[in-house]
């Protein structure tokens, strides 16, 4: 039996980590899970699942839910960054599956691996802001972390009782997201309804955005260095529209290694969770004889620079990753609140990294202060124009 904490559990991937969960009932246990402020989704959770602990991030809504609590439930009810925290490092739990939503995803992270829990990670811009600072204490506290992302998933399973030494290459392949083939002069003016709608995935709306800008693919390549250790040149992304083939590593021998499946995020959450096992699944099977059509391009990073931002991020090192995603964060919620135009996405991530002074060997605390400074500069920069 494994026990599991989930940050995250009302989103795309937390309620699909409780499917997995529902579907396997004598191999997990959602010990603990967390929302923001989606009470009424929580507390059908709580209903089903009887955790111990359930965390509201919002106060006044945990509140709400302490309320509304049926007589004789015993879930302690608990909120805000202390609430995660504890959520994290509870005894009981083996592993915490990291689905939140943004790097407020780092602080409870750090604070699981240094309670020696292991990490099932979904949750990508914990890595984008922190990689290096986040395998290190992984590897000082001897724990795994597991990856959930599709891609990275794939790569991992791919590199499976091969020598790190043997590698040459990782291609991760891209969908190319909803407005693949269009170019600048067609996306100027789409809506974000337009944004949202991904061939493939049905994900929350932040990723669906960065899946429509290619920014996800770009925090995928530096989620990718720093779980397998390889340099940006050595990761290479291609276009791939039916999401078939998840994700590729190339060999020094030439050969190369993938792993296919239909497109379902309950494989790699499970997979992370059973880990080197695998369990008995009902999800679709590939059938070849109809998927007879895989496809492969070169992305298009003239129509889509936040992925060319990405790699020069990852290239140039220091602080520039955090301020890469902190300003992402902020010109996506801009987007969605209609607020910017798709091409300011990239516009004002640029302006952000041109005024960065990058820091070397930053601490989390240097890097939670970057974060918030950019969130600051990148929000001015818009209210001024
Ligand atoms: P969703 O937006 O669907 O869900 C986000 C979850 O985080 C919700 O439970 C939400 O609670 C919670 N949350 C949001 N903000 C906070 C906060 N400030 N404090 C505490 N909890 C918060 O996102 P996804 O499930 O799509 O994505 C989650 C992560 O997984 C992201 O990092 C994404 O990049 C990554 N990922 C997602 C994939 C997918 O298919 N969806 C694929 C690969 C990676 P509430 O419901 O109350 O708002
Ligand atoms: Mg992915």
């Given amino acids: 039996m494994k026990k599991i904490s989930i940050l995250g559990s009302t989103g795309s991937i937390g309620t699909q980590t409780l499917d997995v969960i529902r579907k396997n009932p004598s191999d997990f246990e959602a010990v603990a899970i967390s929302a923001n402020s989606n009470v ?36 302690e009810v608990l909120s805000g960054m202390e609430g995660l925290k504890k959520i994290s490092s509870l005894d009981e739990i083996d592993v915490v599956l990291t689905a939140v939503v943004g790097m407020i995803g780092l602080v409870p992270t750090m604070c699981a ?12 811009e914990t890595l984008v802001t922190a990689g290096e ?55 100027i003016n789409i ?40 340099e940006a040149e050595d990761i290479d992304v291609v276009v791939h529209p039916q999401s078939i083939v998840h994700s590729m590593v190339q060999y020094r021998d030439s ?30 099977r590939l059938d070849f004889r109809k998927a007879s059509q895989l496809t492969f391009e070169e992305p298009d990073l003239e129509t889509f620079p936040c992925l060319k931002l990405a790699y ?37 991530i640029k302006m952000a990294l041109d005024a960065h002074e990058s820091i070397e060997n930053a601490t989390l605390e240097q890097i939670l202060k970057i974060d918030l400074d950019t969130r600051e500069y990148v929000k001015k920069l818009i209210d001024n124009n």
Avoid at 255 to 275: E, K
Wanted: charged share 30%; proline share 4%.
């Fill in 255 to 284: 050969s190369v290694i993938a792993q296919l499946g239909c497109p379902d995020m309950r494989l790699p959450i499970q997979y992370a969770l059973t880990y080197p096992d695998r369990m008995e699944t009902d999800f679709e």
């Fill in 133 to 187: 600072l986040v395998m290190k204490a992984a590897k000082e506290n001897g724990v795994k972390i597991l990856p959930v992302d599709s891609e990275h998933s794939a790569v991992f399973q791919s590199l499976n009782g091969e020598n790190k030494r043997d590698v040459e290459k990782i291609i991760l392949t891209a969908s190319g997201g909803p407005f693949r083939g269009k170019k600048k002069e067609d996306l």
């Fill in 113 to 124: 691996i240094e309670s020696k829990k292991d990490i099932a990670l979904a949750n990508k």
């Fill in 40 to 75: 009424k989704m929580i507390l059908e959770q709580i209903e089903e699942f009887k955790p111990k602990y359930a965390v509201m991030y919002e106060e006044s809504k945990a509140e709400e839910l302490k309320s509304l609590l049926p007589k004789g439930c015993e879930t």
């Fill in 191 to 230: 809506t974000k309804n337009e944004a949202l709608k991904h061939p493939n995935w049905d994900m929350g709306r932040k990723i669906s955005i960065d899946s429509s800008t290619l920014m996800n693919k770009g925090l995928e390549v530096i989620e990718a260095k720093w779980l397998f250790g390889v």
């Fill in 312 to 348: 020069e991020c990852l290239k140039a090192g220091g602080t520039y990753c955090a301020v890469l995603n902190a300003a992402n964060e902020i010109v996506v919620n801009e987007f969605l609140e209609d607020r910017i135009g798709f091409y300011d996405i990239p516009k004002y």
